[in-house]
């Protein structure tokens, strides 16, 4: 018999108590503190090999999670836990490798010096976890109380696989960004950095004035909705437990300092991940719509999100198609 829609993805018992919630966020907390403060006191660009170790780093602790993860699900939810939350992690976290080049265009348009970008960027980074924990939770509110949102749901992937699909087509432009574009006209913004400043007193009337690294992290900020509402779709898809989804996020979002600086130092990405993403993206669209009628079994879906990224890989590198820049 096939699932409603309130009952889309398969529920799992997972129970957390509140002591555990506090100490997770400390421990988040610390984490991006301590990833802040070496990316601020460096006095030179990451390097690839220390960018690389870095990421490597931030993808092992997100990797490591699912041990709490498995200590905190029912016995009979355990591994089926697992498993979710690894295909919530790796799809969330590709997503967000694609974002990266987003930020990286929005930093060269309003040359933002590198060593000041990770304070852009963890800005962002806080901003974001606190958007994903509403709207993940709003999401799960809304599909439990009222059942046919799922459908607003699977119809929002099957629009973010399509517009993945047409990314190299769309290009990307801070100057019209409406935000970025009110607080130019609202605003006095100076035409020079000071360093971190995002504040800075000017030269002539001694009045204070915006530098443009605000610009930036509006325009940062406003593509992180974006890619919010894109990504949190995805992740309900896969798992409807706020734990699962909620700590999947976090993790991928985890290191995207050093992430960047690999994007950043490398301009590279496998040309066939995209339209990997994008078919998946549309796959679990369409699981959210036919849920009512046909049950795709957990292990499938899971099966599939990870068949296509690492055929999407192995596709690219025997094909010789990476990318070695960003398209303009």
Not at 233 to 244: D, E, G, Y
Not at 252 to 272: D, E, H, N, P, Q
């Amino acid at each position: 018999m096939g699932a409603s829609p309130a009952e889309l993805p398969t529920h799992i018992r997972i129970d957390v108590p509140l002591w555990f919630w506090e100490l997770y966020h400390t421990v988040i907390l610390v984490f991006i503190a301590i990833d802040l403060l070496v990316g601020v006191r460096r006095k030179y660009a990451m390097g690839f090999r220390e960018a690389g170790a870095w990421s490597a780093l931030w993808i092992a602790v997100g990797l490591a999670w699912g041990a709490f993860v498995y200590w905190f699900a029912s016995p009979e939810d355990k591994l089926h836990a697992l498993a979710l939350y690894y295909a919530a992690f790796v799809v969330e976290k590709s997503l967000s490798m694609d974002n990266l080049f987003v930020f990286a265009l929005i930093f060269s348009y309003f040359a933002v010096p590198l060593r000041v970008q990770p304070i852009v960027l963890y800005v962002g980074i806080i901003t974001a976890i606190v958007l994903r924990a509403g709207f993940i939770a709003g999401g799960l509110w809304l599909i439990e109380k009222f059942n046919w949102t799922v459908y607003i749901f699977g119809a929002a992937l099957i629009y973010a696989g399509y517009k993945l699909l047409r990314a190299g087509e769309v290009k990307v432009n801070p100057s019209r960004n409406p935000v970025v574009k009110f607080a130019q006209r609202l605003l006095p913004i100076a035409g020079y950095y000071d360093g971190a400043k995002f504040i800075v007193r000017s030269k002539g009337d001694r009045g204070l004035m915006f530098t443009p690294l605000l610009l930036a992290l509006l325009a940062i900020e406003t593509s992180d909705i974006i890619f919010a509402l894109d990504s949190i779709p995805a992740v309900i898809a896969i798992t409807s437990n706020f734990f699962l989804a909620y700590t999947s996020n976090i993790a991928a979002i985890l290191g995207l300092r050093a992430l960047y600086s690999l994007v950043a130092i490398t301009m590279f990405r496998f040309k066939y991940v995209e339209p990997a993403l994008a078919g998946i993206l549309f796959f679990l669209g369409i699981k959210i719509l036919i849920a009512r009628f046909i049950e795709i079994p957990v292990w499938l879906s899971i099966s599939i999100i990870f068949s296509a990224l690492f055929a999407a890989i192995i596709l690219s590198i025997m094909r010789g198609e990476v990318k070695t820049e960003i398209e303009e």
